[in-house]
């Protein structure tokens, strides 16, 4: 059972930037496709960014896209997610999740993670 402890957030001004980190129990974190998901008060949970086990390669939801950047170090066993130019709309609970399959596609599909941080609150003021 990986545990994922996401940190970092905080309530930022508009345009301000924000780095979050999640960091993992254990060391077959570095197997895993990775994610980050949002969650807004009254809103479902959506895609924000996903990166591949390796961390070549990185996809992001069309409304952060040129402004987050999520990165990897698997020798720490963490995510990143740099969060710049921040707007009040991006104001959620921001979640790390692990895709522990081992397939060889990353999803945007949260259904399709297996484990889940407890979050961390994020607030953009105007």
């Known amino acids: 059972q990986v545990q994922l402890v996401e940190s970092g957030g905080g309530l930022v001004q508009a345009g301000g930037s924000l780095r979050l980190s999640c960091a993992a129990s254990e060391r077959t974190f570095s197997n895993y496709h990775m994610g980050w998901f949002r969650q807004a008060p009254g809103k479902e949970r959506e895609f924000v960014a996903a990166?591949?086990?390796?961390?070549?390669?990185?996809w992001y939801a069309d409304s952060v896209k040129g402004r987050f950047t999520i990165s990897r170090d698997n020798a720490k066993n963490t995510v990143y997610l740099q969060m710049n130019s921040l707007k009040p709309e991006d104001t959620a609970v921001y979640y790390c999740?692990?895709?522990?399959?081992?397939?060889?596609?990353?999803?945007?599909?949260?259904?399709?993670?297996?484990?889940w941080g407890q979050g961390t609150q994020v607030t953009v003021s105007s």
């Open positions: 999740a692990a895709d522990a399959s081992r397939r060889a596609i990353v999803v945007r599909n949260a259904d399709e993670y297996d484990y």
């Open positions: 990166i591949n086990w390796s961390g070549i390669s990185s």
